[in-house]
């Protein structure tokens, strides 16, 4: 479908042309309808799908097309979950707003409170920022919501999973009149918390489905590597280096510590190489998104702290050196490669450690995942077999009264190992004789 049919002002497909965007995405086709006509919307749709979009041109539409609440007060208010997804929809709020008369501003924590403040007296129309500060400056009086006219929550769910509830309770309060309008985003409809929510935010809601938070990507190729330990995942990741074309690469890791020595590593290979991890500061933070998304460096180093909110077409591959606790980190992990159409690779080195997260992976996907090998570096480790669990033993009657006493009391017996038969692990059955014995290595 394209833009044109969305009845959308003249001006604001002129900027849409500009911008160089043709056909509307489904979640495009759905939600901007939806929001034109004033309704509030509750949506789900996957990472890369064009969202911010979905919601920016409707709220410019409304500004465009009808007169202000109130001649102070912004007229629209973005909340998003982290810095850096706050950025990136700032930038391209930037581009929508470019060559107008509306003022927009970035409120982020971490940054000066007091030019904030001085920002927020100059009535910007659109703000975007995320919760905590937000809520902090209309605690100290700084800005006023009375006259907001569309309240926008992009991903919602990670809002609340961060612990923002109380943040977004007092921004709703803030601005609960009849005449706001309120657009709500989250990865999945099927978390509690955010239909909570939304039953106290939304008034009468269209629900929007377009795919589901655990499907995965048709555009990323998914490649599950078995590893032994730390030392063979190194080795197991030099050789993707080495044999895969890539672009740029984001590896993911677990700990800041692993991202520090991986960095270190990957230099004395031979690879441009930043490292990213939540405990920096924000203004090395950004500087460093930069310097990536510029092309500065080929390979950039993290914790799920850039998981969300990283959008650089140049991403052809993503490896998880480790899985992620949480399959929903995964899903967005993966997502920064494969974007607006283009084909992306995601390689997982699944080790001992990572078994836990990979099986909770399985049952979030409800699909199987293969395993791939590369030549020369096969591991030994092939999964972990759980143990069947055994039920309480019953109460057996006594031969004096008859009476249920508790289990018989009996010297302890050796315990026969079951007969060893086969169980699918990774793409090909196998024999399981017995647990694999763990690794010595330590991985984290």
Sequence with gaps: MQFSQLAL????????????????????????????????????????????????????????????????????????????????VYGQLRLVVANTSYKSLLILGGEDFNQQSKALARDPHFVVATPGRLADHLEHGHLYLHGLEMLILDEADRMLDLGFADQLQAIHK???????QTLMFSATLDHAAVNQFGAQLLNNPTRI??????EIHSDIHHRMLFSDHLDHKEAQLKALLEK?????????????????????????????????SGELNQTARSQIMQDFAAGKAKILITTDVASRGLDIPQVSHVVNFDLPKHPE????????????????????????????????????????????????????????????????????????SGKKTGPAKRAPAKVKRPVAGLRDIGDAPMMVKKKPVQPVDDES
């Design 209 to 214: 489905r377009i795919d589901s938070e655990a």
């Design 174 to 180: 803030a601005a609960d009149h009849r005449k706001r």
């Design 244 to 276: 895969q074309d890539f672009k740029q690469l984001i590896l993911f890791t677990a700990t800041r510590g692993d991202t520090d020595r991986l960095a270190v590593l990957l230099s004395e290979w031979g690879y441009s190489t930043l490292a990213l």
């Design 329 to 400: 980190e995964y899903v967005h992990r993966v997502g920064r490669t494969g974007r607006a159409g283009a084909k992306g690779d995601a390689f997982s080195l699944v080790g001992p450690k990572d078994w836990p997260s990979f099986k909770k992976l399985e049952a979030f996907l409800q699909q199987p995942l293969a395993f791939e090998a590369i030549e020369g570096l096969e591991a030994k480790f092939k999964g972990l077999v759980e143990k069947p669990k055994r039920g309480p033993a019953k109460a057996k009657p006594t031969a004096r």
């Design 9 to 88: 002002d003249k001006r604001l497909l002129a900027t849409v042309d500009h911008l160089g965007f043709a056909e509307a995405t489904e979640i495009q086709q759905k939600a901007i309808p939806t929001a034109i006509a004033g309704k509030d919307l509750l949506a789900s749709s996957r990472t890369g799908s064009g969202k911010t979009l979905a919601f920016l041109l409707p709220a410019m539409q409304r500004l465009i097309r009808s007169k202000p609440l109130s001649k102070r007060d912004p007229r629209v208010l973005i909340l998003a979950p982290t810095r850096e997804l706050a950025k990136q």
